[in-house]
T-cell receptor
């Protein structure tokens, strides 16, 4: 069965304290892996797409990496405005798009 | 501007009533999706469609129905068979292999 698992469920960081979020997946026929940010009461906002193992993408304080079994979202020196839920999604060959349960990140000043 | 429009933003359903949530996109995307999100949870796939007049069940399709008569439109009906419909519903669309674009969601409440 295709499955996407994110950890931890929740993460509290002090401003400037770097950390990583994990997304592990077990799917047949990976087409792409996506990271999204979601603020309360809103639709998810696209961050990154990764297509093959070894690929990395960066944007401001965020960096996403991909292996054959998992992806990491590294947050360097986070700020309070980075507080949100971060969602990982995997698209498989049939166009099915499967989301993980998300990591709720809180960054305190 | 291109994008996805969901309506209404808030919807109230009485017991035993069917309601339809609207999702329209002008991005010329082929695939469209419906997700349900419960408080503090991730997105669970209800239905998805790759082309007009065809759609596939997701993980939690029971109590829901969809249609895809036009490329731009993918309405979701929450039927009376769905016993716990109170949730936040999100519609998305993608080009093949590309990132999903989301609407702003519909919050459905049973009264």
């Amino acid at each position: 069965e295709d499955q996407v698992t994110q950890s931890p469920e929740a993460l509290r960081l002090q401003e400037g304290e770097s950390s990583s979020l994990n997304c592990s997946y077990t799917v047949s026929g990976l087409r792409g892996l996506f990271w999204y940010r979601q603020d309360p009461g809103k639709g998810p906002e696209f961050l990154f797409t990764l297509y093959s193992a070894g690929e990395e993408k960066e944007k401001e304080r965020l960096k996403a990496t991909l292996t054959k079994k998992e992806s990491f979202l590294h947050i360097t020196a986070p700020k309070p405005e980075d507080s949100a839920t971060y969602l990982c999604a995997v698209q498989i060959n049939t166009d099915k798009l499967i989301f993980g349960t998300g990591t709720r990140l809180q960054v305190f000043p | 501007d291109g994008g996805i429009t969901q309506s209404p933003k808030y919807l109230f359903r009485k017991e035993g009533q069917n309601v339809t949530l609207s999702c329209e996109q002008n991005l010329n995307h082929d695939a469209m999706y419906w997700y349900r999100q419960d408080p503090g949870q991730g997105l669970r796939l209800i239905y998805y469609s790759q082309i007009v007049n065809d759609f596939q069940k997701g993980d939690i399709a029971e109590g829901y129905s969809v249609s895809r008569e036009k490329k731009e439109s993918f309405p979701l009906t929450v039927t009376s068979a769905q016993k716990n419909p109170t949730a936040f519903y999100l519609c998305a669309s993608t080009l093949m292999g590309g990132e999903a674009f989301f609407g702003q969601g519909t919050r459905l409440t049973v009264v």
